[in-house]
């Protein structure tokens, strides 16, 4: 007999450098793609479908990327766990793998997603961060780049900071969080949390920030973007390599309460 | 009429990921002669030789490489660093190039050297550090492994720590520092500080303190490989990955005063 199938949550981390994003695309190596194709022979054989939480682009990092697939494997978690830490790749890992209920979604049940983006403002380009930070050696004043953040916390149309091939039906956000989380003199960290984000709606608005700080926009021009939702009104779009997925957040009704294994 | 020739000390920081060591090898990409081809372009041909404090080797980092070299460009040092930070790859950065007597020799003037030896200890092997870490999901008992640190500092023949194919007249070495510089729950790195270091001693140290720390050995077989200068009688070699050659250290007298371009 068959084992009964459950639904097992994964948190994942990922250096997203190798991988042409987290959805699967025949022919290109994917995260979604390599975490199925583990799955499926832990359990030998048999298509198994992996939910994700954020569906990052290629070259974006994870250090929280939250996934669901139903299994069929009489594998407990610790064992599943320790079996996937053996078979899948060091540029994916499995953080944690938990049993949870079967009406678990990690898209659906999510609440909110932390971005973080780093950028290394030396001037050389430390080579222990270039994997995960965009180089920027350019003028970065934090007053003015602090007068753009102190713009975008609330309940908003995003158009302006969205890909313009996003298609979704309302791109209202609520943004929660957007602040600079941990600087020195050669290093930034920008975190943005909100209950969803757009395609792109990250990196846009790091590229309008390092605009705006370097001299190229005023920080007005946050607000004209918005207003017009109009995204040729808003900076460039920053490089993948800096933005990472930290965190997603679900009710604690859905938390798991096991340790995690 | 050629440009005067000056001598020039280099500070630099390097991913050893995927150099095959410091020193010239011929028919291998390492950081001397990355460097040293770079150089020569730059002033135009003609060969470059550039001396390095520590001959780091195969997939060793750096953060505070020093080296020097006799150029005869009429590029001032501030011109000097910006051509080489676009001439030299991701993976090799200059930090700081500055004029300097022309009696400087960046391994003949080093007073001593910093390595670092950084250890993930998480159960999954985080993807932020894989290329600066060596992955170690084993027992790590900390009250042990400083039992074993405690035994290393001072003046001694370090021969049952070097590499058995090390070949040097005196295996004497002052050990002023080792020590557990940062830990965390799943993260530790080991700091190590001398006049000078035997082929592989770092990396003997820390297999052997490794081993200790899971229970393979004692702390007191450290004082057995040292009293019989016996390299069979310490632990295994550990990887290149998580060492990194930190900080050179100089006389007050031969440090730039000069702010670094």
Redesign the interface.
């Known amino acids: 007999v068959s084992a009964a199938t459950r639904r097992v949550r994964l948190d994942l ?3 997203g450098t190798a991988f042409a994003g987290w959805q699967v695309q025949p022919g290109s190596r994917t995260a979604q793609g390599v975490l199925e194709d583990a799955l499926s022979r832990l359990q030998g054989g048999g298509a198994v479908a992996v939910r994700g939480a954020g569906r990052t682009d290629a070259g974006v ?1 994870a ?1 929280g990327q939250v996934a669901d697939a139903a299994l069929s494997t009489e594998l407990d978690d610790a064992d599943l ?1 320790y079996a996937l ?1 053996r078979m899948l790749p ?6 944690a793998v938990r049993t949870v209920g079967s009406e678990f979604n990690a898209r659906k049940a999510a609440l909110g997603k932390t971005y973080a983006y780093r950028v290394d403002l030396s ?6 961060r ?3 930070a965009l180089h920027w050696p350019f003028a970065f004043d934090r007053v003015r780049v602090e007068a753009g953040l102190a713009r975008l916390p609330g309940r908003r149309d995003w158009s302006g900071f969205a890909a313009s091939k996003c298609r979704v039906r309302s791109r209202v956000r609520c943004l929660t969080e957007a602040r600079i989380a941990a600087a020195s003199a050669d290093e930034v960290t920008f975190v943005f949390s909100a209950d969803g984000f757009l395609h792109h709606m990250v990196r846009n608005l790091v590229g309008t920030l390092l605009a705006i700080g370097r001299g190229q926009l005023e920080p007005e021009q946050i607000d004209r973007a918005l207003s017009a939702r109009d995204r040729a009104l808003a900076g460039p779009t920053a490089p993948a390599r800096g933005l990472c997925l930290e965190r997603v957040v679900y009710p604690a009704a859905v938390e798991p309460s096991a340790d995690p294994h």
């Open positions: 981390a990922y250096d990092h250090r766990a830490r060091g540029d994916l890992r499995p953080l001037p050389h380009a430390d080579p222990f270039a994997r995960f």
